[in-house]
T-cell receptor, first 113, second 114 residues
């Protein structure tokens, strides 16, 4: 069956360190993978999209990698800040061109000052 | 430009009642969708629409109806509310159905069924 898995355990790190979140998928062949941020009581907010032929993509302190052989994406936040504390979701499209976006369950990041 | 607007923000229903969750977007987006979010389950797709007059089912469509009479609006109807439908509901939109399209989400409707 098709699965998208993110670490359900919260990730606690110290301010200034690099946070690394993992997204693994099975039985998908996505052309794109997306990452979102969700704050408590709010809807998810789009952060980054990476294409299958891009190994890495950066936006300010964020970096995403996409390994289609390992079927894995890594999401890095460098020089983390307490304001980065949130839940981070990865998402990819199911088969066909229906636009259906399937989400992982998210990983909660807590950055301590 | 308000983005995606969902109403109401909170609602409590009794089992068997019906109601409509409203979703409107002002970005002229073609694609709209409804998700529910439950602890430990992540976001699950209920229904989606690739344009006015066109809707289709997602992962968990049972107990819900949708229609898309205009580009802007995509209401979600609960036909006969059940406690299992207690959840947070999110509406999202994107420019098109394309797999490279980021989704824009509303801030959700928190629904409790007693």
């Amino acid at each position: 069956s098709q699965k998208i898995e993110q670490n359900s355990e919260a990730l606690n790190i110290q301010e200034g360190k690099t946070a690394t979140l993992t997204c693994n998928y099975t039985n998908y062949s996505p052309a794109y993978l997306q990452w979102y941020r969700q704050d408590p009581g709010r809807g998810p907010v789009f952060l980054l999209l990476i294409r299958e032929n891009e190994k890495e993509k950066r936006k300010e302190r964020l970096k995403v990698t996409f390994d289609t052989t390992l079927k894995q994406s890594l999401f890095h936040i460098t020089a983390s800040q307490p304001a980065d504390s949130a839940t981070y979701l990865c998402a990819l499209h199911g088969s066909g061109n229906t636009g259906k976006l399937i989400f992982g369950q998210g990983t909660t990041l807590q950055v301590k000052p | 430009n308000a983005g995606v607007t969902q109403t109401p923000k909170f609602q409590v229903l009794k089992t068997g009642q019906s109601m409509t969750l409203q979703c409107a977007q002002d970005m002229n987006h073609e694609y709209m969708s409804w998700y529910r979010q439950d602890p430990g389950m992540g976001l699950r797709l209920i229904h989606y629409s690739v344009g006015a007059g066109i809707t289709d089912q997602g992962e968990v469509p049972n107990g819900y109806n949708v229609s898309r009479s205009t580009t802007e609006d995509f209401p979600l109807r609960l036909l006969s509310a059940a406690p299992s439908q207690t959840s947070v509901y999110f509406c999202a939109s994107s420019y098109s159905r394309g797999t490279d399209q980021p989704q824009h989400f509303g801030d959700g409707t928190r629904l409790s069924i007693l």
